[in-house]
Structure formats: structure tokens, C-alpha cells
């Protein structure tokens, strides 16, 4: 799976969409040449019975895994957006600071976005993070609390300065937990053997017409290894097919150079 996580999206989907489907449908074939159908027909009723049970509860299964990832590739998304918000925003604030620790304040965040746009996200492509992001970060704190506000005003500003700081710092962690994927080893060996016995269930009902069933299977295994698909390609939202970009912080980071030039 994480060999997939990495591949393009036709790639992983001729890998796991394709393959799987062609060798579904070759089963029937094979099973055939071993049991002849009159054999198979002899156990329908009771096959169908348990075949329905068996595809229920792997429906459910794969529909909460996707429901799962989805929710965390949608956090993902949120936490990169509320990051580079609270940059906007503290920007803004630090023209209310004194003249030097504001100047600074905004040289430091700007080159803690860039340094994340860049760094930050090419580490959370190998399930890590950077140590120097991380050392950008604290400057940005250690600038901040050089500030000392005189009179009620200032107060005000340097904790609202301070909120929007560690917002930024907790949708930062957000995104770098949340690269690590959602779906555990013991999960996805689930809902691999699931995929497989519940299609190579459909193997052992006898059909008159061998083509019919041999389809019939291939399009069971199309929705399935389908849904097994979307896990694979948002499981990781900042290293899969489908990713988050830092398109949000280079968006600050444009503005943030705009408002530098005199």
C-alpha cells in the first residue's frame, strides 16, 4: 500500500482496479474447468444466503474506511487553510507593534512560510517534518515576546498576536500528524482479505450462462477495488495522488512580498 500511495493515480488504478478485475472475472473460468455447474447449483440458495451477510458487512466496512479517510484528508485541507489564516492575520497585527519588533515579526513569518511551503511539505511526503521549520517557528515566538506593550492597547494586541501564533502552531501539528495516513496495517490486511473473499465468494454459484456470471463478478470487483482506490489514493494527504498543496501559505506568501515592496 504504500508503494501505491506513492505511484500516480492510473497507475494504482490500472494496478488495483484493472488487474483485480480481470483476474475476477477469470475465476469463474478456472473454477469451472475444477466443479461443473449442475455441482455449484446444488448449493445456491444456501451460498446466496450467506454470500448477502458476507457482502453487507464488508459494505459497511470499506464505507467506513472511506468515510474515515475522507473526514481526515478534509482536516488536512482545513488545517493548511487555518495555518496560513493566522500568518494573514498576525502580518496584519504586527504593523500595530512597535516599528523594530514588527519589522521583524514580519521578515520572521515570512520566512517560516516559505520555509514550510517548501520544506515542511516535502517532509510530510516521507511521513516526517523539518527540524529547521520547526526552528523558523520559534524564532517567530522568540520575536513576538521581544515586544512589550506599553499601555492597554498594546496588551490587547500582543495576546491576540500570541492566539493567532498558536493557532498557526496547532493547525502545523494538525497537518504533521495527519500525514502519517488514517488507515493502520491491521485495516488495510482487513479490507484487502475482505475484497478477496467476498469477491471469491461470487466464484462458487453456478450460472447457466458462464459469461453473465464471469461479468457479474467483474463488476462486483470494479465497485469494490474502486472504493479501495479512493482510500489509497487520499490515505496520506500530503504524499498520495490526491494531495494537499501548500497552495494556501504560497497565496500568503505572494501577499506577504507585496506588502514588503515600498
Given at each position: 500500500m504504500?508503494?501505491?500511495?506513492?505511484?500516480?493515480?492510473?497507475?494504482?488504478?490500472?494496478?488495483?482496479?484493472?488487474?483485480?478485475?480481470?483476474?475476477?472475472?477469470a475465476?469463474?473460468?478456472?473454477?469451472?474447468?475444477?466443479?461443473?455447474?449442475?455441482?455449484?447449483?446444488?448449493?445456491?440458495?444456501?451460498?446466496?444466503?450467506?454470500?448477502?451477510?458476507?457482502?453487507?458487512?464488508?459494505a459497511?466496512?470499506?464505507?467506513?474506511a472511506i468515510?474515515?479517510?475522507?473526514?481526515?484528508?478534509?482536516q488536512?485541507?482545513?488545517?493548511?487553510?487555518?495555518?496560513?489564516?493566522?500568518?494573514?492575520?498576525?502580518?496584519?497585527?504586527?504593523?500595530?507593534?512597535?516599528?523594530?519588533?514588527?519589522?521583524?515579526?514580519?521578515?520572521s513569518?515570512?520566512?517560516?512560510?516559505?520555509?514550510?511551503?517548501?520544506?515542511?511539505?516535502a517532509?510530510?511526503?516521507?511521513?516526517?517534518s523539518?527540524?529547521?521549520v520547526?526552528?523558523?517557528?520559534?524564532?517567530?515566538?522568540?520575536?513576538?515576546?521581544?515586544?512589550?506593550?506599553?499601555?492597554?492597547r498594546?496588551?490587547?494586541?500582543?495576546?491576540?498576536?500570541?492566539?493567532?501564533?498558536d493557532?498557526?502552531t496547532?493547525?502545523?501539528?494538525?497537518?504533521?500528524?495527519?500525514?502519517?495516513?488514517?488507515?493502520?496495517?491491521?485495516?488495510?490486511?482487513?479490507?484487502?482479505?475482505?475484497?478477496?473473499?467476498?469477491?471469491?465468494?461470487?466464484l462458487?454459484?453456478?450460472t447457466?450462462?458462464?459469461?453473465?456470471?464471469?461479468?457479474?463478478?467483474?463488476?462486483?470487483?470494479l465497485?469494490?477495488?474502486?472504493?479501495?482506490?479512493?482510500?489509497?489514493?487520499?490515505?496520506?494527504?500530503?504524499?498520495g495522488?490526491?494531495r494537499v498543496?501548500?497552495?494556501?501559505?504560497?497565496a500568503?506568501?505572494?501577499?506577504?512580498?507585496?506588502?514588503?515592496?515600498?
Amino acid at each position: 500500500m504504500i508503494l501505491l500511495d506513492t505511484q500516480p493515480l492510473w497507475i494504482s488504478g490500472a494496478l488495483i482496479i484493472g488487474v483485480a478485475t480481470l483476474l475476477a472475472m477469470a475465476g469463474p473460468v478456472l473454477v469451472r474447468w475444477r466443479i461443473t455447474p449442475d455441482r455449484l447449483k446444488l448449493n445456491n440458495e444456501v451460498a446466496g444466503f450467506t454470500f448477502a451477510t458476507v457482502g453487507v458487512l464488508y459494505a459497511v466496512l470499506l464505507a467506513f474506511a472511506i468515510i474515515i479517510v475522507w473526514e481526515k484528508f478534509s482536516q488536512a485541507e482545513n488545517a493548511a487553510a487555518q495555518e496560513a489564516g493566522a500568518a494573514a492575520t498576525l502580518y496584519r497585527l504586527s504593523h500595530g507593534i512597535g516599528e523594530d519588533p514588527g519589522e521583524r515579526l514580519r521578515d520572521s513569518l515570512t520566512r517560516y512560510a516559505r520555509m514550510a511551503a517548501t520544506e515542511d511539505w516535502a517532509a510530510m511526503e516521507r511521513n516526517g517534518s523539518s527540524h529547521k521549520v520547526t526552528q523558523a517557528l520559534d524564532a517567530t515566538y522568540a520575536v513576538l515576546l521581544t515586544y512589550t506593550p506599553g499601555d492597554g492597547r498594546g496588551i490587547t494586541l500582543l495576546a491576540e498576536a500570541l492566539h493567532q501564533l498558536d493557532l498557526l502552531t496547532e493547525a502545523r501539528r494538525t497537518r504533521l500528524v495527519l500525514a502519517s495516513g488514517a488507515v493502520p496495517g491491521v485495516l488495510w490486511f482487513v479490507l484487502a482479505g475482505g475484497a478477496v473473499l467476498t469477491v471469491g465468494f461470487t466464484l462458487f454459484f453456478g450460472t447457466e450462462n458462464l459469461r453473465v456470471q464471469a461479468l457479474m463478478t467483474g463488476v462486483l470487483s470494479l465497485l469494490i477495488f474502486s472504493g479501495l482506490l479512493v482510500i489509497i489514493a487520499i490515505n496520506h494527504p500530503f504524499a498520495g495522488p490526491v494531495r494537499v498543496k501548500p497552495e494556501a501559505l504560497m497565496a500568503v506568501i505572494e501577499d506577504f512580498e507585496a506588502k514588503a515592496q515600498p
